[in-house]
């Protein structure tokens, strides 16, 4: 069975965001990788499998090593869906500090 994973499901693990941070600066194995957590290898490994089938990150075999890089596309394409919400609230924020202010404003007497 081929189970098709969700990229915000993937994303709502703060491990993997973790792992994320840690590729975004530079390619790292998978060994790297585990070296930054306190749990099991195989957690890790399973964590970056579910990274690489959301393409959140992809591999390249250098010699026999794998390194994970953090693949921009996806995130991009990540960010540009929630970029109308980013705004959306952005706008509402400032009308609620202009309220705020408004009402803060000292009352001429």
């Not at 306190?38 to 390249?60: F, G, Y």
């Not at 794998?66 to 995130?75: A, D, F, R, T, V």
Request: aromatic share 8%.
């Amino acid at each position: 069975m081929n189970l098709r994973r969700d990229v915000f499901q993937a994303l709502a693990d703060p491990t993997r965001r973790a792992i994320l941070l840690l590729v975004a600066s530079q390619a790292m194995t998978a060994g790297a990788i585990a070296a930054n957590f306190d749990t099991a290898r195989p957690t890790v490994s399973k964590h970056l499998q579910i990274l690489t089938e959301c393409e959140l990150l992809r591999q390249e075999q250098n010699g026999r090593e794998i390194h994970y890089h953090l693949n921009p596309g996806k995130m991009k394409e990540i960010a540009d869906f929630i970029e109308p919400f980013r705004a959306m609230w952005e706008e509402r924020f400032n009308k609620l500090e202009s309220l705020m202010q408004a009402y803060q404003a000292p009352k001429a007497s």
